[in-house]
């Protein structure tokens, strides 16, 4: 096959993995109809683990880490798992999916500002100003376009919520860098997410409904079925071996059609609405982090 060819076949496979990450916020909506949002975190991971981690076992020479970096991994199972999915699916029980996704997407281009303050990074004049383009972006989705909302301070808890979100797993997006220096990705994700899986457990009993969750609906766990083996494994899986074939940059500009697959699911699963609010801001976001990957 020629490379014009694998690298279409390489793109399709991308574009289909954002629609899993896209899937994932109008999943945990459903799920959050009869899951508590830790619970719900803790049968997500614990699916993911337990097909990750054995197949982390059979495919890496190095299947153990250095107890030096055990720490780190903790860290970075709290900024990307338990800590990060505990904010997203909490704040979806007060906001909606488009909203959601619409400030997540403003993770890269934070990313690469917190890196500036934890690494030697430079903030050039340019990137203030896509900064200031993204806020705006997501100003216009946490007020819905009412300049009241912003006068009087009136936010939607769950989109609040969703920035504490976005900020936890920029933080882990800038500190994962020094695990996946040393380690394959594979078993980093595998450790954060077994690490994820340990931390979300107390909180999880804390919710005392583990002997009801089986008599959930089949809707239900379909949903987490969706999220543990599609969006966190086939997901993570598909955006590897597109790395190794096109790069990290080119890679990272598939992850801006995440919201744009949230809003078609939504509309299609949930019967929420499209609106003009929803659209501008996604699309300045969106435009914003672009154009921030090609200052790299």
């Known amino acids: 096959m020629s490379k014009e060819g694998s690298d279409s076949i390489t793109y399709i496979l991308m574009v289909l993995t954002t629609s899993f990450w896209g899937g994932s916020f109008v999943a945990g909506k459903v799920a959050l109809?009869?899951?508590p949002p830790m619970t719900l975190t803790f049968f997500r991971f614990l699916i993911a683990t337990a097909i990750i981690l054995p197949y982390m076992w059979s495919?890496?020479?190095?299947?153990?880490?250095?107890?030096?970096?055990?720490?780190?991994?903790?860290?970075?199972?709290?900024?990307?798992?338990?800590?990060?999915?505990?904010?997203?699916?909490?704040?979806?029980?007060?906001?909606?999916?488009?909203?959601?996704?619409?400030?997540?997407?403003?993770?890269?281009?934070?990313?690469?500002?917190?890196?500036?303050?934890?690494?030697?990074?430079?903030?050039?004049?340019?990137?203030?100003?896509?900064?200031?383009?993204?806020?705006?972006?997501v100003l216009l989705t946490i007020t819905g376009g009412d300049k009241y909302v912003l006068l009087n301070l009136s936010f939607n808890k769950g989109d609040l919520i969703m920035v504490l979100a976005m900020i936890s797993f920029s933080i882990y997006g800038v500190y994962s860098k020094k695990a996946t220096g040393k380690y394959s990705p594979l078993l980093v994700t595998a450790?954060?997410?077994?690490?994820?899986?340990?931390?979300?457990?107390?909180?999880?009993?804390?919710?005392?409904?583990?002997?009801?969750?089986?008599?959930?609906?089949?809707?239900?766990?379909?949903?987490?079925?969706?999220?543990?083996?599609f969006s966190s494994i086939l997901g993570y899986l598909i955006q590897q071996v597109t790395i190794s074939?096109?790069?990290?940059?080119?890679?990272?500009?598939?992850i801006n059609l995440v919201p744009l697959?949230?809003?078609?699911?939504?509309?299609?699963?949930?019967?929420?609405?499209?609106?003009?609010?929803?659209?501008?801001?996604?699309?300045?976001?969106?435009?914003?982090?672009?154009?921030?990957t090609k200052l790299k």
């Open 33 to 35: 109809r009869e899951f």
């Open 59 to 137: 495919r890496d020479s190095v299947r153990v880490p250095d107890k030096r970096d055990i720490p780190l991994l903790f860290a970075l199972g709290f900024l990307g798992v338990s800590g990060y999915f505990a904010f997203q699916f909490t704040s979806l029980m007060y906001t909606s999916a488009a909203n959601s996704s619409t400030i997540n997407a403003l993770n890269p281009l934070t990313s690469s500002v917190i890196a500036i303050f934890l690494t030697e990074e430079r903030l050039s004049v340019k990137k203030v100003g896509l900064i200031f383009l993204a806020l705006t972006g």
């Open 191 to 229: 450790y954060v997410f077994l690490f994820g899986l340990i931390q979300i457990t107390p909180l999880m009993l804390m919710e005392n409904v583990l002997g009801s969750v089986f008599s959930y609906s089949l809707e239900a766990w379909i949903a987490v079925f969706f999220m543990a083996l």
């Open 245 to 254: 074939k096109i790069g990290v940059n080119k890679t990272s500009l598939f």
């Open 261 to 292: 697959f949230v809003l078609i699911f939504s509309y299609l699963i949930l019967g929420d609405p499209v609106t003009y609010i929803n659209l501008v801001s996604a699309g300045i976001i969106i435009t914003a982090v672009v154009l921030n």
